[in-house]
Nanobody, 122 residues
Framework: QVQLVESGGGLVQAGGSLRLSCAAS????????MGWFRQAPGKEREFVAA????????YYADSVKGRFTISRDNAKNTMYLQMNSLKPEDTAVYYC???????????????WGQGTQVTVSS
């Protein structure tokens, strides 16, 4: 099955930027959608962004629209989340996932990365 490995999290000040990476191995996934979720302590997991793997059409939650950019590199089997203008509210563990797209949201996610911590100080 597909395995996902995340990297790129860290500590930044408000207004700063980070780029998260999610590398996939174990399967080809041209027919899959990929995306990002985040979860803060005590909060439910929240959809952030998704992308159709073959075409690259992006979808975003309203909370990150205009600040985050999702992309993928098919040759490297890697997905990215470029996060700009970060806010303290963006602080969370970010997870990449593989699933399907439904109304612009990643659903039926069967495979998850281990998560990477993003902390934004004010």
């Amino acid at each position: 099955q597909v395995q996902l490995v995340e990297s790129g999290g860290g500590l930044v000040q408000a207004g700063g930027s980070l780029r998260l990476s999610c590398a996939a191995s174990g399967r080809t996934f041209s027919s899959y959608a990929m995306g990002w979720f985040r979860q803060a302590p005590g909060k439910e997991r929240e959809f952030v962004a998704a992308i159709s793997w073959s075409v690259g059409n992006p979808y975003y939650a309203d909370s990150v629209k205009g600040r985050f950019t999702i992309s993928r590199d098919n040759a490297k089997n890697t997905m990215y989340l470029q996060m700009n203008s970060l806010k303290p509210e963006d602080t969370a563990v970010y997870y990449c996932a593989a699933g399907t797209l439904y109304n612009g949201i990643l659903v039926n996610a069967r495979t998850w990365g281990q998560g990477t911590q993003v902390t934004v100080s004010s």
